[in-house]
T-cell receptor, first 114, second 113 residues
Framework: AQTVTQSQPEMSVQEAETVTLSCTYD???????LFWYKQPPSRQMILVIR??????QNATENRFSVNFQKAAKSFSLKISDSQLGDAAMYFC???????????FGAGTTVTVRA | DSGVTQTPKHLITATGQRVTLRCSPR?????VYWYQQSLDQGLQFLIH???????AKGNILERFSAQQFPDLHSELNLSSLELGDSALYFC????????????FGQGTRLTVV
């Protein structure tokens, strides 16, 4: 079974600063995908970024980037130039390449200080 | 806006009752997934339908059932409700039966009293 672990229940960051969220996962698969989803107070689950396991290059989406360490099974999210609108709960998720379902971590609540 | 529509947004009902949650996937998406988000269990996969057929079940209770109709909308039926069923229920859709990006609706907040 695949497990996703987010060890930081809460993180706080000053506006315009950088924050890094940790995620580790456990799998014996070689073909899989990793995701970060954002859940703001509106509770909508919004896909922030995705990473294919076969790609060595770390994914980047504007101010969001990941540090994918396949051997260490680590997948951290870096939010640069944090904005008030980044305040949300962030979930790390895993999916096998040929699979249908997502396995989620427990989430990290990010607070942005003005 | 993800394009996935869930109704109702909020639902309050009593224990022992039955409710139906509705999901309309994005236009063109044939796959519908249901997830439950609760404080103690986190986000858990419940069930997956593709083009009207059940493809996979996750941690779904026997009191719960779902179906996908010819117009591709899906309904999640929850019966004999218990206090512990209070949760946020998400529907997500994607184009392909396996893999592909999953786009989530805004969820239905179910409160059982």
């Amino acid at each position: 079974a695949q497990t996703v672990t987010q060890s930081q229940p809460e993180m706080s960051v000053q506006e315009a600063e950088t924050v890094t969220l940790s995620c580790t996962y456990d799998t014996s698969e070689s073909d899989y995908y990793l995701f970060w989803y954002k859940q703001p107070p509106s509770r909508q689950m919004i896909l922030v970024i995705r990473q294919e396991a076969y790609k060595q290059q770390n994914a980047t989406e504007n101010r969001f980037s990941v540090n994918f360490q396949k051997a260490a099974k680590s997948f951290s999210l870096k939010i640069s130039d944090s904005q008030l609108g980044d305040a949300a709960m962030y979930f790390c998720a895993y999916r096998r390449g040929y699979d249908y379902k997502l396995s989620f971590g427990a989430g990290t609540t990010v607070t942005v200080r003005a | 806006d993800s394009g996935v529509t869930q109704t109702p947004k909020h639902l309050i009902t009593a224990t022992g009752q039955r409710v139906t949650l509705r999901c309309s996937p994005r236009s063109g998406d044939l796959s519908v997934y249901w997830y439950q988000q609760s404080l103690d269990q986190g986000l858990q996969f419940l069930i997956h339908y593709y083009n009207g057929e059940e493809r996979a079940k996750g941690n779904i209770l026997e009191r719960f059932s779902a179906q996908q109709f010819p117009d591709l909308h899906s309904e999640l039926n929850l019966s004999s409700l218990e206090l512990g069923d209070s949760a946020l229920y998400f529907c997500a859709s994607s184009t392909r039966p396996i893999g592909g990006e999953a786009f989530f609706g805004q969820g239905t907040r179910l409160t059982v009293v």
